[in-house]
């Protein structure tokens, strides 16, 4: 079955260090990946989308890449900040139309 | 409205009992989907809503689960029956086209936190 999978371990790193998440893929070949970001008691909320043909998608401080050969998409946080401690959800389309989401990766950014 | 609504945010109930939540999505959006988040754990899929038809209700765990749209607006997930192992929280989101065509994304509710005693 279509499957995403994050690694389900706290990311804990240093206030000005680069965090790098991943997610992995498997038994499908989504057209686009999603990731969100999830504060605790609230709903996610979109953070950026990279299709297929893109390597690399970038939006201030955040990058995203996706590697079909991999079947891996890297999400990371430069120069991250106390502020960006959250969940973040990987996600993509399955076959009928829903979006299919990871288990999602906790960050902490200590100061 | 400006987001996505759910209602209650908080409900709890016996063991036993039915519940409705309710989810009113952004205004003129076509696509709605129901996903249940249990504590620490990623989103579950439960059903999606294109206007008023389901095309994927497969998600739904067991026929004590249902989920009616109407008008192509509100949607209302029904539990009958609560079991403790439904506890969890119940999230709405809402997409201006279906996923599959245009690579839409989600625009979530704050979900409703169900607790069954």
């Known amino acids: 079955s279509q499957k995403i999978e994050q690694n389900s371990e706290a990311l804990n790193i240093q206030e000005g260090k680069t965090a790098t998440l991943t997610c992995n893929y498997t038994?499908?070949?989504?057209?686009?990946l999603q990731w969100y970001r999830q504060d605790p008691g609230r709903g996610p909320v979109f953070l950026l989308l990279?299709?297929?043909?893109?390597k690399e998608k970038r939006k201030e401080r955040l990058k995203v890449t996706f590697d079909t050969t991999l079947k891996q998409s890297l999400f990371h946080i430069t120069a991250s900040q106390p502020a960006d401690s959250a969940t973040y959800l990987c996600?993509?389309?399955?076959?009928?139309?829903?979006?299919?989401f990871g288990q999602g990766t906790t960050l902490q950014v200590k100061p | 409205g400006a987001g996505v609504s759910q209602s209650p945010s908080n409900k709890v109930t016996e063991k036993g009992k039915d519940v409705e939540l309710r989810c009113d999505p952004i205004?003129?959006?076509?696509?709605l989907y129901w996903y249940r988040q249990s504590l620490g754990q990623g989103l579950e899929f439960l059903i999606y809503?294109?206007?008023?038809?389901?095309?994927?209700k497969s998600g739904l765990p067991s026929d004590r689960f249902s989920a009616e749209r109407t008008g192509g607006s509100v949607s209302t997930l029904t539990i009958q029956r609560t079991q403790q192992e439904d506890s969890a929280v119940y999230l709405c989101?809402?997409?201006?086209?279906?996923?599959?065509?245009?690579?839409?994304?989600?625009?979530f509710g704050s979900g409703t936190q169900l607790s069954v005693l």
């Open positions: 996600a993509s389309p399955g076959n009928t139309g829903k979006l299919i």
């Open positions: 809503f294109q206007g008023n038809s389901a095309p994927d």
């Open positions: 990279i299709r297929e043909n893109e």
């Open positions: 038994n499908y070949s989504p057209a686009y």
């Open positions: 205004s003129g959006h076509t696509a």
């Open positions: 989101a809402s997409s201006s086209d279906s996923l599959f065509a245009t690579n839409e994304k989600l625009f």
